[in-house]
């Protein structure tokens, strides 16, 4: 047996056959570089401060989580019904894939060559680019992902992407911290990295050896809410992730109660606690979902309900040295949950439903992520203290209801 088929064998599960187990290190090898690449183009850490850091408008610096997230799922249910109709869809991901390089290519070089509004306009339609790219991306990766790998061993191969990836942001961050990338060409360098490491997910993703698809006959958005209206566990899916989604929105404000500066070693900093926190975590989340997901978006909405508290007593305490290891501790949570809510669509789907099913989800998402942020932006009003009181009631209440969406077949 080849060095790679051992290290596949013990890392995922013995006994693959051959076919598996080529396509299981080619899922890793293409999640890992587009893991990197997401790491390293975070709308909430870096291109904050990039945009910053060239003049941009505060404005600006405001509309890019909400392009990046909301972005990436409200196209989905165009997406899905145009690759529901395709009989192979690893090439819908590795075409998002290399669209993304090519729209962060693009930010590099506006860092290079503008500043101010120009710069803040111009990195936004690009991120607005990528996150197009990236909704087909994740419509098909799920289709593909159930295909190609078995009910038992999907975790695995996702989680331990995500821990690789998250080592290698890492490293990043270290050298962030410890000064050696002392300045905004470092950050711009980055952002080229991942362009690369996007085209490089590509290549590989597209030599996965898929079977072939059944095409789907739904032929509107009209269908595709019919079966929303039939399938009562998807609805309660929606409303469970719905609620879970503020795990994603409530970093920024622990950033606001952590610090006030922009310098690349808080920068660092927090990039170093999200990025352990998926390093340790991905993995570990991706075994726990493959036995059962529905606990873990229990575990993982409570876990980051309790960091969310934390950050306010350590605020209230005036101890915000310690914010960031409450960072630390959402950020766990949130991978999570987004190890958990992939897993179990995967998992409850048909073959021939997974596509479907992700973008009736996603789509719902990207409605209730934009009411989400509205809510926050209100609370924001307040302070981040209530802002932060309000997702942490969400996120706790998206946990128990977890538990109420049915079981899925073959869970251990």
């Known amino acids: 047996m080849s060095l790679p088929d051992r290290l596949t064998a013990r890392l995922i599960a013995p006994g693959l056959d051959q076919t598996e187990a080529r396509n299981a290190r080619r899922h890793v090898g293409a999640l890992t570089l587009s893991k990197l690449a997401d790491g390293l183009v975070d709308p909430k850490l870096i291109l904050s401060w990039l945009l910053g850091s060239l003049g941009a408008p505060a404005a600006f610096v405001a509309l890019l989580v909400p392009i990046r997230e909301a972005g990436a799922l409200l196209p989905q249910l165009a997406i899905g019904a145009w690759i529901g109709r395709l009989r192979y869809r690893r090439l819908v991901w590795a075409r998002g894939s290399a669209l993304q390089g090519v729209a962060a290519g693009g930010i590099a070089l506006v860092a290079l060559m503008a500043s101010g509004w120009l710069a803040g306009a111009l990195i936004c339609a690009l991120l607005a680019v990528l996150a197009l790219a990236r909704a087909a991306c994740s419509v098909s990766h799920k289709d593909v992902l159930g295909k190609t790998i078995e009910q ?65 006959n739904i032929k509107s958005s009209g269908g595709y809410l019919a079966i929303l209206r039939e399938d009562a566990n998807l609805r309660r899916f929606i409303l469970v992730r719905g609620l879970l989604v503020s795990t994603a929105l409530a970093p920024p404000f622990f950033v606001l109660l952590a610090t006030e500066g922009a310098g690349l070693n808080r920068l660092g900093a927090m990039l170093l606690a999200a990025s352990l926190a998926g390093f340790l975590g991905s993995y570990f989340w991706g075994r726990l979902a493959d036995r059962d997901s529905r606990h873990v978006m229990l575990g993982a909405g409570c876990l980051g309900a309790a960091a969310m508290a934390a950050a306010i007593l350590l605020h209230v305490a005036g101890q915000a040295g ?17 190890q958990a809510r992939t897993i179990y669509l995967v998992d409850v789907s048909g073959a021939d439903l997974r596509a479907r099913n992700t973008a009736l989800a996603n789509t719902a998402i990207g409605v209730i992520l934009l009411l989400t942020g509205l809510l926050g932006g209100v609370l924001s009003f307040l302070g981040p203290v209530a802002a932060l009181a309000g997702f942490g009631v969400m996120a706790f209440a998206g946990g128990l209801l977890a538990l109420t969406l049915r079981p899925v077949s073959g869970t251990r």
């Open 322 to 338: 310690g914010i960031p290891v409450a960072l630390f501790v959402l950020m766990l949570g949130w991978n999570g949950v987004k």
């Open 152 to 216: 038992s061993r999907r975790g695995k191969v996702t989680g331990l992407a995500g821990s690789v990836s998250a080592a290698l942001v890492v490293v990043f961050a270290g050298l962030l911290i410890a000064g050696v990338l002392r300045n905004e060409a470092a950050v711009i360098a980055a952002i080229g990295l991942a362009a690369l490491a996007w085209m490089a997910a590509a290549l590989i993703f597209a030599r996965i050896e898929e079977a072939e698809s059944t095409p789907e």
